[in-house]
Nanobody, 120 residues
């Protein structure tokens, strides 16, 4: 079993920054990719960014330039640096890992979510 624990959310004023962290623990054979998603009020969960095992990144076009994803393979960790935050960024942020089993299957794991609130 794999557990993902997120941290770093909170309350910030518009224009401010936050750095989210997600750490994985448990039975991990190999992490294929990691990502961050968010669910803002009245909208479906949306992709923010993903990063592969080799460090290749992919961003939602609307968030590119303000948000930066990074990873630390030694710590099984993924980070999300968020700058120039706006009230529209308020929501619950989730990390997601795609973990490869010894049998070669890809399994998705989600964190519990961390609240980000941006005040105007």
């Amino acid at each position: 079993q794999v557990q993902l624990v997120e941290s770093g959310g909170g309350l910030v004023q518009a224009g401010g920054s936050l750095r989210l962290s997600c750490l994985a623990s448990g039975s991990i054979f190999r992490i294929n990719s990691m990502g961050w998603y968010r669910q803002v009020p009245d909208k479906q969960r949306e992709l923010i960014a993903t990063i592969t095992r080799l460090g290749d990144t992919n961003y939602a076009d609307s968030l590119k330039g303000r948000f930066t994803i990074s990873r630390d393979n030694a710590k099984n960790a993924v980070y999300l640096q968020m700058n120039s935050l706006q009230p529209a960024d308020t929501g619950v942020y989730y990390c997601n890992y795609v973990i490869i089993t010894p049998q070669g299957m890809g399994e998705h794991y989600w964190g519990q979510g961390t609240q980000v609130t941006v005040s105007s």
